[in-house]
């Protein structure tokens, strides 16, 4: 590390789009001041300059992660306002950006939330964890709005790239160790070198223990999971010219415990609907069902999740000139295995009703799934000072998910066997016209061919025997166009039109009735306007970003609950419309060589522009927008309605301070994380509304100039306030048609905690 005394620390957040969410703060000699370090992203198909790139995009260092004790990719919604990422525990990731997403849950295999997830530029198939652990990680690139010219199908409303750790030719290395006052336990060690000439290596590992604000009164145990997982690279150079990086990954994450607790349950309602029948005292013992509430009471002590993960990859560069040609071969699998609980509630209800005269229900469900894809990318990028410089090249992926749900319970038993298989072959390319030496003209296009298959057979009562295959394909045109302008001072302003999609998909959380084959949900389009700019001023100790964009979505695929049904299936259809706009607003300022900060905020309105016949929520009343027609089916129209968890507003606030105390440096770091109140659900359940909150971190971290090693104290949700990550209602038919059921997922951080974290750089 560098001198302390010389060189700032990263900051612990936020400023993007131009800089970066934690930009490096560098200070050359006295007469120039401290200045905010150039940052370069890599999500675009090439290296460049973030502030040279026509798109709003964030960048996280490992450090600024480290400081916010960032462990899972749900923690990005503190410190990207424009994210919004719902719990990774015991599953998968719902992700939205700028208030858009698909609210994919595990039985809806082979959907897209919408925000492309990449490892190195690698997509990680939509069903796989592989992308929740923040381990072994360099930075985060964030691409916000669309980005289907470069980032492909899965990237409707966005892009994540987690940016590895690479190979170094001199030795190097760094361990950590943190410990929480909430039996959060992680340890991480990466080590990197030349073993010859024209061969060097990395390796990197990690070990983490950490338990939810989540209590299972049954067995007095917290929710919990523990992870761990290997990374090795091999970079092998022959010449100058040619690289020929080599990368394998094997994970391992299990957990243990309820995922969601009762934030709201109708008063007087009866499991079931039978009258008398185990009221809520029974159901819930020592539960207080309300809005806060991180308790539940459960004998399924077997609820969680065991996930397997094998990642494989093969990059190769060869330098032709000043021309890049690029191949990337990459091959990942993941096992899943999960157990849910089926109500949450402290009785084997159905055992206790039949008394015994039935076969037993146990109260849960296994789901098992085995994610698998195979891809490879050709590339060749011109370089970037001539006239006319592109990135050009051909995609093709396979994404196969055999999938398995069981639940055996006689009253509504799930035996289903499934595989959906999805492959895609694109031509994409993109250049840029340097009309003159200030003015460009940015142009893309992007062929898609996608190919979509299902095989799905039941074997339980609802429909023995049933047995329903189909198979799809289409070709999607999209692309962009846009125009940057130099201007004085080294700042930037640009307009971007592009012409996005999200693909047709199967909805394989339905429920056969015959033989008959599913019928595919249409695709998105897309069309996305956006102005922005990028500025420094004040020898670049401030740097002043925005963008204002408009995002048109027609036939836009929305993921609800079927609550006339005893366990709610999920429905996957197309809302007529809807559209996101907004203003992001990002500052960071180097106020002095010890004094450092930055804001970002987020203004969208995100709504459903037309949504007749949405389902209605459990209990809704004709008075409150339910309708029932002459067939008995209850709809609502959310045309105006706003799109699920999507927040007005959110604002993010850092302030870093060094200060040098003899041959040691402190620097004290605060953020404070705010956001506007929210549903979370489609249908505008009132008790999935997430209020207004604010979250406040701080962090000291000592070390000696040498930077030999550093140890760090943090409070993360100082003030103690409570939020969720997710909210979800599709427990309400189960106590009956006039019921309302909300459960909630409390975030890691829904309460206070406190922890120490030291590291040793070698």
């Given amino acids: 590390m560098p001198n302390l005394k010389k060189t700032t620390l990263s900051c612990a957040i936020a400023a993007i789009a131009g ?7 560098a200070q050359s000699d006295k007469e120039q001041g401290p200045k905010i370090e150039e940052v ?55 992700m939205s950006m700028r208030g858009v997403s698909t609210n994919a849950n595990e039985a809806a295999i082979g959907l897209t939330s919408g925000v492309s997830i990449m490892i190195d530029g690698v997509p990680v198939p939509s069903d796989s964890t592989a992308a929740n652990e923040l381990q072994d990680i360099q930075r985060v690139e964030v691409l916000k709005g669309p980005q289907a010219t470069l980032g492909g199908r899965t990237a409707s409303a966005g892009v994540i790239n987690l940016v590895t750790k690479k190979p170094s030719d001199t030795f190097l290395g760094s361990a950590t160790a943190s410990v929480t006052n909430d039996n959060e336990r992680k340890a991480n060690v990466y080590v990197s070198g030349p073993l010859a000439d024209m061969l060097s290596y990395s390796l990197s590992a990690y070990s983490s223990h950490r338990e939810y604000p989540i209590k299972n009164l049954y067995n007095g145990e917290n929710s919990q999971s523990v992870g761990r997982g290997l990374r090795a690279k091999l970079l092998f150079s022959p010449t100058k010219d040619l690289d020929l990086t080599l990368s394998a990954r094997v994970a391992e994450n299990e957990s243990r415990g309820g995922t969601f607790v009762y934030q709201y349950l109708t008063p007087g309602v009866t499991i079931l609907n039978v009258p008398g029948f185990l009221g809520q005292a029974d159901l819930f013992p020592g539960v207080n069902i309300h809005y806060g509430n991180m308790d539940y009471n459960s004998p399924v002590t077997q609820m969680g999740q065991k996930n397997q993960d094998r990642d494989l990859s093969l990059n190769i560069d ?107 072959t694109d031509l994409y390319g993109r250049a840029t016209w340097a009309v003159s030496p200030t003015t460009s003209v940015i142009t893309g296009l ?43 001072g080294d700042n930037m302003v640009y307009a971007t039109y592009s012409r996005g999609y999200k693909p047709r998909v199967y909805n394989m959380a339905d429920t056969l009735k015959s033989n008959a084959a599913l019928k595919p949900v249409d695709k998105e389009n897309i069309d996305h306007f956006e102005l922005g700019s990028k500025s420094s001023f004040l020898n670049r100790r401030l740097t002043l970003n925005t963008a204002l964009f408009n995002t048109t979505y027609k036939g836009f695929q929305v993921q609800t609950f079927d609550n006339s049904q005893l366990i709610a299936p999920a429905i996957l259809s197309n809302a007529g419309k809807a559209r996101t706009r907004g203003l992001e607003l990002d500052a960071a300022l180097a106020a002095t060589s010890d004094t450092k900060l930055t804001v970002s905020a987020a203004f969208i309105d995100a709504k459903f522009l037309r949504y007749e016949g949405a389902p209605c929520y459990g209990g809704q009343t004709v008075a409150e927008g339910c309708v029932t027609d002459a067939s008995g089916n209850s709809t609502q129209d959310l045309s105006g309605k706003p799109l699920p968890d999507s927040p007005r507003t959110k604002i993010t606030l850092g302030a870093e301070h060094y200060i040098a105390l003899g041959s040691y440096g402190l620097t004290l770091n605060g953020t404070y994380a705010w956001r506007s109140a929210a549903r979370m659900q489609a249908n505008q359940n009132p008790y999935t509304n997430q209020p207004s909150f ?34 979800e209602d599709f427990f309400s038919a189960i106590y009956g048609s006039q019921a309302n059921a909300v459960i909630g997922q409390p975030a890691r951080d829904a309460q206070r905690y406190a922890g120490l974290r030291f590291t040793y750089n070698f």
Avoid at 19 to 25: E, F, N, R, V
Avoid at 453 to 469: F, H, I, K, Q, V
Wanted: net charge positive; aromatic share 10%.
């Fill in 318 to 424: 060869y330098r032709l000139g000043d021309y890049t040609l690029s191949s990337t071969t990459a091959y990942q699998r993941e096992i899943q295995h999960y157990i849910q609980d089926v109500p949450v509630v402290s009785q084997y209800f159905f055992n206790i009703l039949t008394g015994g005269s039935a076969p037993p229900f146990y109260n849960y469900g296994s789901f098992y799934a085995a994610p698998r894809s195979v891809s490879q990318e050709l590339k060749i990028a011109s370089p970037l000072n001539q006239p006319v410089s592109y990135v050009a090249g051909l995609f093709y992926s396979n994404v196969t998910v055999p999938h398995r749900r069981v639940r055996d319970w006689v009253a509504n038993p799930l035996d289903l066997t499934q595989k959906s298989v999805s492959k895609t």
């Fill in 446 to 488: 992007r062929v898609n061919y996608d190919q979509l298959s299902y095989t799905y057979a039941e074997a339980d009562s609802n429909c023995p025997g049933c047995y329903s295959s189909g198979s799809d394909s289409s070709t999607s045109w999209v692309g962009d166009i846009g125009l940057r302008q130099r201007l004085a």
């Fill in 40 to 94: 370069v992203i890599t999500a675009q198909k090439r290296t460049e300059r973030l502030k040279d790139a026509p798109v709003a995009a964030s960048v996280l260092s490992a450090d600024s992660i480290a400081r916010s004790n960032a462990s899972e990719i749900s923690d990005l919604n503190n410190l990207v306002p424009s994210v919004q990422l719902k719990g990774s525990f015991n599953g998968r990731v719902p």
């Fill in 19 to 25: 800089g970066s969410m934690a930009p490096l703060w």
């Fill in 694 to 727: 604010g979250i406040l971190n701080l962090n000291a971290t000592l070390s000696p100039e040498d930077g030999k090693y550093s140890l760090s104290l943090f409070v993360n949700n100082v003030t103690n306030r409570f939020y969720l990550v997710n909210a």
